[in-house]
């Protein structure tokens, strides 16, 4: 399959007679796709049940005939102000009980039904009004779930949904009382009505009742997005696409994914950097206009699965984003760099966000591939220099890992609730897992929870799952590779709490936590083979043999030859140690990189991406800073 590349636009944004040339101009930079719609609600319905379609009809109309090919959005992140006077409480309301307002985006709750109702409606009517159009080639469905913090309400809407939601979980006040553990401290209830969301009480609420409020909270997420998916399914044939986000972990993905065609996400690397992810105030310097080498990729490992294969980039960053607390420009070569890589982990498509710079309203200050005067910006050079390379270049194809991770959402809101150390978190974990694996130049894949074939791995990680599932488990006690478990995995019940015998319940082991420390970020834990672990340590009892100990003697790893329980939170180089040592024993070839080189191995070729902002050399090659070299396997 040929790669191809895209961009976001807004006609509604520009003159109606500046379309063509725009549209001209697109096609001219070697842009295939053009994403518009997501926006635009308050155009196509100014009030209720009076439609003005006719100004996204020609919209389509003169895209489509300049040669492009349009993903259409539904536009319910945004609903219309009228919206808000017919269903005042369809705010969302934040944890401290106070109702979000009109004014921005995104200001509405995933428990009102009234609201979803009128997102059906106009799925309903988009999709009946424009499947046939030969130029709608893909839909996007809302944009961004829980941007902007937007999963989680505490509203009267959310309290009923709630209620109903645990009565069919539980069936009996008795059953919730007992899976909660509600003797404690006299939470029992008699009734569901009588249980409120778990926001505002005098101490930290029951972790089951928080777990309980999270999954509800997911499941209206997936429930949302099904309704819409429905809808545009019964007129249309293009695929669904959603456009998901870096390090969102308050829904369960696998499953909005498994209700649409293309797992899509926004990748915004240098805002992400600044913004959303850790790193010594050295290493945010040395990649400051690059972006963190690692973030994009795990993100494409995450949702060419979460998207069975098909995986796009809706949105990639241009130039300075205007979200961040700092935003400087990207290296010239990371428009490239970015787009490259995605392909190389299995992208379709990669959109630039977006085609002209908006001189009004709140990203006024975000680039474009043009500049708000029409010039070009850079990135718009860069996005040609990709569609040249695309079409000299055959299908590169994805090529099979040996490593895999395995990734879980609920877990993440276990551990939410229940971080027990302040820097124990989810993404944190898998993360640090994911980059040490990459910085040994391992191809990865990311699976679900309930994965129950792991044939095609040699090593496969799972940190972090509260419980593990049953084909997870069925599939680890068959594996003929290095599974390398923990720490904090199958260490809880699914209502989260401590098992009976005590985690993990590994196949053909004995392995027991017998007590659970958490570190500040200036202690650890030295290892007798030298590194440590940081933020957290189990102590491990059992008859199951010991691998590694720490140095003061406690069980670091124990286990059997396949399977293998790790204590503790390897620092970076600590992990690299013990990926590198796993993989001599499964003879899988690993190239420790330099710092900000990467590499990914497709089908046909082998990328290396230099994310430093300077050359290096791979073998005989040098990458310029922000480059990216290829050569045939
Ligand atoms: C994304 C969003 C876009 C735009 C962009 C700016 O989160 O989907 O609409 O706001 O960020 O970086």
Not at 407 to 430: H, I, K, N, T, V
Not at 453 to 466: E, F, H, R, T
Request: hydrophobic share 40%; net charge negative; aromatic share 12%.
């Amino acid at each position: 399959m040929k790669r191809t590349l895209g961009v976001c636009y807004y006609p509604e944004h520009w003159p109606e007679d500046q379309w063509a040339t725009d549209a001209a101009q697109m096609v001219a930079s070697g842009l295939t796709w053009v994403r518009i719609g997501e926006f635009g609600w308050s155009r196509m319905e100014p009030s209720p049940e009076t439609f003005t379609w006719d100004w996204l009809d020609r919209a389509v109309d003169v895209l489509g005939n300049a040669g492009l090919k349009i993903i259409l959005g539904t536009p319910t992140a945004t609903p219309p102000r009228w919206m808000i006077d017919k269903y005042p409480d369809m705010l969302a309301v934040d944890a401290e009980g106070r109702p979000r307002k009109f004014g921005s985006r995104r200001h509405y709750d995933f428990s009102h039904l009234g609201y979803r109702e009128e997102c059906k409606r106009i799925a309903r009517l988009m999709g009946q009004r424009y499947s046939k159009n030969p130029h709608i080639a893909a839909w996007q469905i809302d944009n961004e779930y829980d941007c902007h913090d937007t999963t989680l309400s505490y509203s009267n809407a959310a309290r009923r949904g709630f209620q109903d939601w645990l009565a069919q979980r539980y069936q009996s006040t008795d059953a919730l009382n007992r899976a909660w553990g509600n003797v404690f401290w006299s939470m029992e209830y008699d009734s569901f009505d009588q249980i409120d969301l778990p926001n505002l009480t005098v101490t930290e609420p029951n972790h089951p009742h928080q777990l309980a409020f999270r999954r509800y909270s997911s499941d209206q997420v997936v429930a949302f997005n099904k309704v819409q998916a429905d809808e545009i399914r019964k007129h249309s044939d293009a695929p669904l696409i959603h456009n998901y986000m870096g390090r969102i972990t308050t829904f369960d993905h696998w499953k909005v994914g498994a209700d649409l065609d293309i797992a899509s996400w926004d990748s915004y690397p240098i805002g992400f950097l600044s913004d959303r992810l850790e790193g010594t105030p050295a290493f945010k310097q040395a990649f400051l206009r690059q972006g963190h080498p690692d973030n994009q990729a795990f993100h494409h490992d995450l949702y060419r699965a979460v998207g069975r294969g098909r995986m796009w980039v809706m949105e990639q960053q241009p130039g300075p984003v205007n979200w961040a607390p700092y935003n400087p420009a990207p290296l010239p070569g990371m428009a490239r760099l970015w787009a490259w890589e995605a392909f190389a982990h299995g992208a379709e498509t990669v959109c630039y966000f977006r085609w002209r710079q908006a001189p009004f309203a709140q990203e006024q200050m975000h680039a474009g591939l043009l500049r708000p005067d029409s010039a070009p910006a850079p990135a718009l050079a860069e996005a040609r220099q990709v569609a040249d390379e695309i079409e000299a270049l055959a299908d590169v194809g994805t090529a099979l890992a040996h490593a895999a991770l395995v990734f879980d959402y609920e877990s993440a809101w276990a551990w939410d609730a229940q971080p027990q150390g302040a820097d124990f978190e989810m993404f944190r974990l898998a993360f640090a897992a994911y980059c040490a694996m990459r910085r040994a130049g391992l191809n990865i894949d990311i699976l679900p929870p309930d994965t129950g074939d792991l044939s095609a791995y040699k090593l496969v990680m799972a940190p972090g799952i509260m419980t593990l599932s049953d084909p997870l488990r069925k599939a680890l006690a068959n594996f003929d590779g290095v599974a390398l478990i923990g720490p904090r995995t199958d260490t809880k019940t699914d209502e989260l709490s401590i098992p009976m015998p005590l985690g993990p319940n590994l196949p053909g082991s004995d392995i027991r936590v017998s007590l659970t420390e958490s570190m500040p970020p200036d202690d650890a834990i030295g290892l007798r083979n030298g590194g440590q672990f940081v933020h957290w340590f189990e102590h491990l009892e059992g008859q199951t043999e010991v691998l590694e100990l720490t140095a003061s003697g406690h069980p670091a790893i124990m286990g059997t030859e396949n399977l293998r329980y790790l204590a503790g939170w390897p620092d970076d180089e600590t992990f690299d140690r013990i990926i590198a040592g796993l993989c001599a024993e499964l003879d899988i070839q690993i190239h420790p990189l330099a710092t900000g080189l990467r590499l990914r191995d497709t089908a046909t070729h082998r990328f290396i991406f230099n994310y430093a902002n300077y050359a290096q050399d791979w073998k005989n090659t040098t990458i310029p800073a922000a480059g990216v070299h290829w050569e045939p396997l």
